[in-house]
């Protein structure tokens, strides 16, 4: 049975991080830069990640399994500027009493018995 190859092209391309993360190259950096900015020149520097619903595809290329380690961060595992929801203090407030009130009653409920 012949074994499954890896993408060389690929393989040289990106970089699998010990949390499972795909690390890549920025594009876009490389020439042609006159008139690019200093700080968007120096974003490239940043290192990029891959993705989530690119990291299944990448995973098929390299035939083993990468998982989405890292998604946590933000909204996704890219460096993106999602975002991201405040939730007010009052509305955060009126919720933790909700479960202290649902708490009492169950309490409450399984004394009687």
């Known amino acids: 049975m012949p074994k499954n ?6 393989l040289k391309r990106i970089r699998v991080t010990a949390s499972g993360r795909v690390k890549h190259g920025r594009a ?6 006159s008139h690019k900015s200093g700080k968007l020149l120096r974003s490239y520097h940043n290192s990029a990640y ?4 690119d990291v299944r595809r990448v995973a098929s290329m390299l035939h083993r399994r990468i998982t989405a380690g890292g998604a946590s961060r ?3 595992t890219c ?3 999602a975002p991201q929801v405040e939730v007010p203090a009052a509305v955060v407030e ?3 009493e ?3 009130a649902a708490a ?4 409450e409920t399984q004394t009687e018995d």
């Open 28 to 33: 876009f950096g490389r020439h042609k830069r």
């Open 5 to 10: 190859k890896p993408n060389k092209g690929l």
């Open 79 to 81: 460096e993106c500027s």
């Open 104 to 107: 009492v009653e169950s309490d």
């Open 74 to 76: 933000g909204c996704c």
């Open 50 to 53: 891959a993705h989530a619903s």
């Open 94 to 96: 009126e919720a933790v």
């Open 98 to 100: 909700a479960v202290e």
